[in-house]
């Protein structure tokens, strides 16, 4: 069963979507299959964060929002604050945004090959960087959750879980 699941999901990634790329879903689940095969976890890593990079402008501007916008300073927060509301940027990246539950899904894939990286290999700065990526792609898919919906426990439980990871 796991061979051919694995081939029905070689054959989803070869389905493009308009730029280019496999469909994020295919992406989603080929990380989330690797991350099941213990002789290839370190694979799920590029996948998810492939999967992720189709959906950061909206992602991030959506983050934004709730003060978990990539580089957002103290400063910059105290700013907009006084302004009297914040002007969502990328409108349509946001709007075309996966579904809720999958970018949840996504958040807690990224979360999982943080704590992969950190455990296969403490030490190696390409992969301390890896995890990095994985920690902060997490934040804001969160964060972007966060400003959908900011009364769902899970997610203000895994951004909590996000933060505390970061070194």
Not at 29 to 38: D, G, I, N, P, V
Not at 101 to 120: D, G, P
Not at 154 to 161: A, D, K, M, N, Y
Request: proline share 2%.
């Amino acid at each position: 069963a796991e061979t051919e699941c694995e081939s029905y999901l070689e054959n989803a990634l070869q389905i493009k979507d308009t730029d280019g790329e496999p469909l994020v879903d295919a992406l989603q689940t080929m990380a989330s299959l690797r991350l099941s095969q213990k002789s290839k976890q370190l694979e799920a890593v590029s996948y998810i964060l492939r999967a992720y990079d189709k959906m950061k402008v909206g992602s991030e501007a959506l983050a934004a929002l709730v003060g978990l916008g990539e580089g957002t300073s103290e400063d910059e927060m105290a700013a907009e604050k006084e302004e009297e509301a914040t002007e969502l940027k990328e409108v349509d990246a946001a709007n075309n945004l996966p579904e809720f539950e999958f970018r949840c899904q996504t958040a807690k894939l990224l979360l999982e090959c943080a704590a992969l990286l950190k455990e296969e290999s403490p030490s190696s700065p390409s992969a301390h960087s890896q995890e990095d990526q994985c920690l902060s792609a997490a934040i804001s898919v969160l964060g972007s959750l966060l400003a959908q919906n900011d009364e769902v426990v899970e997610i203000w439980f895994l951004t909590g879980c996000a933060f505390a990871s970061k070194r």
